[in-house]
RNA sequence: GGCGCGGUGGCCGAGAAGCUAGGCAGCGGUCUGCAAAAUCGCGUACACCGGUGCGAAUCCGGUCCGCGCCU
């Protein structure tokens, strides 16, 4: 019998962390944290890791691990993933991956392909060549030596367009061979997706809370900090960071800047309900009720 | 009460008889080494009622609403 995997997916704000260290604490479980910025340390306001009585209720792996200057990307995720989820199951333990990071959680269950990281000589110039002679030019590339990718993405998809050459370039095999290849963890274990759905406006408003909380925790401060830091481009993705910078420039005010991150945070929660509602194996709960019932749930649905 | 100006999709805003401005917000999608990113798609609305035109958001008359000025 395949050992099982939880999977607590949904949007920012939905109460994935709460639901998962109160779930690994009944069942012994341990979190992963499926997060692409939790894994950074000392931006804590802006990226909102799990709560301090939330890991002392249970173990979390991949929660502040990184400093901000470290580059982080998909297949470290998955690699890191892996380790942890073995190192669970040494303990006899259940691991519980939670986050709202659709490509992390994506690249573990279904997998992620053997290739070189990026190559920053090789994109430069991919870059300038898009630069020059327009973004078509690199798509027309693409189409000549993998037609497959090139018409799975749109023309103007420089990010993946590169990649994709790149990945070409650098192994002479095409993405759409490499993927043909690829597994995940998806057969390997017995993996329950639930996904926590919770009403629009809710949402919202707790997304507009959250962001005020942030404001009166000191965002503005920590913002200034770490922009001193040679933050990885992975980093400096982090919600908050753009808006906060634009303030202390003085391009916006400070009330403009919690505006537009609010409304940037409520993109990013609808970008990740897209991602996750595209996927047919997660089983969608009520996330608008006690954490107590949620966890009761996912429990009964996990025992049968 | 009189005169003038104006009422355009959730918001802003151009057009002044036929050629569905545009922007913002919102919604939906895509996604394989930066993903809290990147990228794509989606709205025939012109206050109301009549009239004149082959044809009216655009012209005419009236009604309502808003703003301004006058008495």
Not at 114 to 141: F, T, V
Not at 193 to 199: A, Q, R, S, T
Not at 260 to 286: C, H, P, S
Request: hydrophobic fraction near 40%; charge should be neutral.
């Amino acid at each position: 019998m395949k050992q099982i995997i939880i999977f607590i997916v949904g949007p920012t704000s939905s109460g994935k962390s709460r639901v998962a260290a109160s779930l690994a604490r009944k069942i012994n479980g341990e979190v992963v944290s499926c997060d692409s910025m939790q894994v950074y340390r000392d931006m804590d306001i802006v990226t909102r890791p799990p709560e301090k009585d939330l890991l002392e209720m249970a173990a979390h792996h991949l929660v502040r691990i990184i400093s901000p200057e470290e580059e982080f990307s998909a297949a470290l995720f998955v690699e890191r993933a892996k380790t942890a989820i073995i190192d669970i199951f040494a303990d006899k333990n259940t691991p519980i991956i939670t986050g709202g990071t659709g490509l992390y959680m994506k690249a573990l269950i279904d997998g992620i392909f053997e290739a070189p990281p990026k190559n920053e000589i090789l994109r430069k110039e991919l870059e300038d060549l898009a630069e020059e002679k327009g973004r078509h030019a690199l798509y027309k590339r693409l189409k000549e030596i993998d037609p497959e990718t090139a018409d799975r993405l749109h023309p103007n998809d420089i990010y993946r367009i590169i990649r994709a050459i790149e990945v070409y370039s650098l192994t002479g095999e095409t993405i759409a061979e490499k993927r043909k290849g690829t597994e995940g963890i998806f057969g390997e274990y017995d993996c329950r997706l639930f996904g926590l759905e919770i009403p629009r406006d809710i949402l919202c408003s707790r997304i507009e809370n959250n962001v005020d909380k942030m404001f009166e925790e000191g965002l503005v401060k920590e913002v200034e900090r770490i922009n001193k830091l040679k933050l990885s481009l992975t980093a400096k993705k982090a919600l908050g960071i753009k808006e906060i910078t634009a303030f202390l420039r003085g391009e916006i005010s400070q009330t403009k800047a919690k505006e537009e991150l609010k409304k940037n945070t409520r993109r990013y929660a609808k970008r990740q309900l897209t991602w996750f509602r595209g996927d047919e194996r997660v089983m969608w709960i009520d996330g608008d009720r006690s954490v107590e019932d949620i966890v009761k749930e996912i429990e009964l649905r996990t025992t049968n």
